[in-house]
């Protein structure tokens, strides 16, 4: 423990900041959280959580609520997208919790985000706190500005704000996110639309141009996820709350195999939002400043490691932090960039790619990560 607790700001408040927050303040420093919005919203969205990323939320205390309300899939599927012919199955379920002592779980991602936050007081969350702009102090502090005319101050500023990170501007100038010339229609719908109608639990659905991942979202199997990947080149808005047109989704579809049909004719609505990616950025850390999770490695969600790879970098942020006094900040956040980058860099590659399990993979490269164990650069 340190002398005196550091002060650390957490610049956003979705997964991977409020894991960066549990995290720190388990090692003994002071958060505050800035969030831009004006509250939490439940959007319909899954998201899965392989067993890298559970041992961090494991050991924040969460696994009895993620036993009660994720679902744990027997296997992870890929099949033709026409005939259903099964290309792939990866072995979950109980196999997964003896290669890797963790389950594999897939819930909601609302679900997971208020596990989090209950994880911290709410009082060291701010919303309504946009960054307008932040800099050193000649004393080593860093000073925050809000668009709402708030002035803060930290010994530490953490960017999770996400690909569009303001952060990240600040450290290394305005550059927009490279769009992929494809978006994804996404929605959680009760699985009761779907009539009696059986379902795949967890399948990815290969086309030739495009896919569709379902699965369950929590262990009553009353609520089914779906999202794609479909070329629209011409499509430019990136925020999760934008509507997709059902008929346009239908219509994409419309060769698939008739599961993936009859799914998509049941869900009442659907999200869209643009795919994007960068390169490897040159550098994480400016100072007394660090970026985590999207801002600084936003990748393509085929391998579904984009909050995974976040929570992980908060358990080794905090590792590398722990005892650290204010002079030992900089050398710290170097040492955390220096531990995450080849990995975080090389699942960024090969998501891209977006080959992931559509043949039989070693995946225990990336499953049996262990964030509290793994060696921190020297």
């Not at 979950?92 to 890797?100: C, N, T, Y």
């Not at 709410?122 to 500005?145: E, F, Q, S, W, Y």
């Not at 009442?268 to 850390?285: G, S």
């Not at 090969?350 to 509290?372: G, I, R």
Request: proline share 6%; hydrophobic share 40%.
């Amino acid at each position: 423990m340190p002398a005196r607790p550091l002060q650390i700001a957490i610049i956003g408040a979705g997964i991977g900041g409020l894991t960066a927050a549990a995290c720190l303040r388990r090692v003994g420093h002071d958060v505050r959280i800035y969030e831009q919005a004006r509250g939490f919203a439940r959007l319909g969205a899954g998201i899965q959580q392989a067993p890298n990323s559970i041992r961090v939320l494991y050991a924040l205390g969460l696994k009895n609520k993620l036993l009660a309300q994720a679902f744990q899939p027997e296997s992870n599927d890929s099949r033709d997208f026409d005939t259903g012919t099964l290309t792939n199955s990866l072995p979950l379920g109980e196999s997964v919790r003896q290669r890797h002592g963790v389950p594999y779980f897939l819930m909601h991602r609302g679900d997971l985000h208020g596990m989090l936050a209950d994880l911290v007081p709410a009082d060291i969350i701010r919303l309504n706190h946009k960054l307008a702009g932040l800099d050193h102090a000649l004393d080593g502090i860093v000073r925050m500005t809000f668009t709402n005319g708030e002035i803060a101050e930290a010994d530490a500023v953490i960017g999770a704000d996400g690909v569009h990170s303001v952060v990240r501007e600040a450290m290394l100038g305005k550059e927009e996110p490279r769009f992929t010339g494809r978006v994804a229609y996404r929605t959680v719908f009760p699985t009761s639309l779907l009539n009696g109608m059986p379902v795949e639990p967890c399948v990815k659905w290969w086309g030739p141009d495009r896919h569709i991942v379902s699965y369950f979202v929590n262990p009553r199997r009353d609520e089914l996820y779906f999202v794609t990947s479909t070329p629209e080149p011409e499509f430019s808005v990136e925020s999760w709350s934008a509507k997709g047109d059902l008929r346009t989704l239908r219509a994409a579809y419309d060769t698939f195999h008739p599961q993936v049909r009859a799914i998509l004719a049941a869900c009442p609505d659907v999200h869209k939002w643009a795919l994007v990616e960068r390169d490897p950025l040159p550098r994480w850390v400016d100072g007394n400043i660090a970026l985590l999770g999207d801002a600084c490695h936003p990748m393509t969600p085929y391998m579904a490691q984009g909050a995974s790879t976040s929570i992980e970098d908060a358990a080794i942020l905090a590792r590398c932090l722990e005892g650290v006094e204010r002079g030992g900040i900089h050398d710290a956040l170097q040492r955390y960039e220096a531990t995450r980058k080849p990995r975080t860099s090389r699942i960024q590659q090969t998501s891209a790619q977006n080959t992931w399990l559509k043949q039989p993979h070693d995946a225990d490269w990336v499953y049996a990560y262990d964030a509290w164990t793994v060696p921190l650069a020297g």
